[in-house]
């Protein structure tokens, strides 16, 4: 079912995500850069909580809302691994020296496009 909310967080995801390619060039951090995209997998994931009719928490942490998307009877098992993106909410933030997780930026910037897209495919 497809909300304003949901519409709404889809189009600022989709500005988060544009900010990450930006930052796709090695000279900047990953830090930085890590921040952009979980921002990203983050709305989408609310977005997505929405459109199932359940409303998201203020919560930075996507392992949590990835188990509200199972409570929801949604499949969540290829979309573990973005929990590994929490880090970059709040630890990396503040860190001046965050470790260095070696993540293929373009191959994440790609999924959480495709994942933007699937969220709002079910928007109908």
Known sequence: MATPE???LLRVARRDL???RRLLVPEVEEASWGWAVQQCLEKTLK????????KPP???????L???LQDSGVDITDLL???A???FAVQCRYEDEPEHLGLDRTAWCNRAEALIDHAQ???G
Do not use: C, N, Y
Request: no cysteine.
């Open 6 to 8: 949901a519409e709404r």
């Open 81 to 83: 691994p973005l929990r």
């Open 85 to 87: 993106f929490t880090t």
């Open 18 to 20: 544009k900010m990450a």
């Open 58 to 64: 203020q919560t930075h942490d996507l392992a949590r």
């Open 47 to 54: 977005a997505w909580l929405h459109i199932v009719g359940t």
């Open 66 to 68: 990835l188990l509200l």
């Open 121 to 123: 495919s079910r928007i």
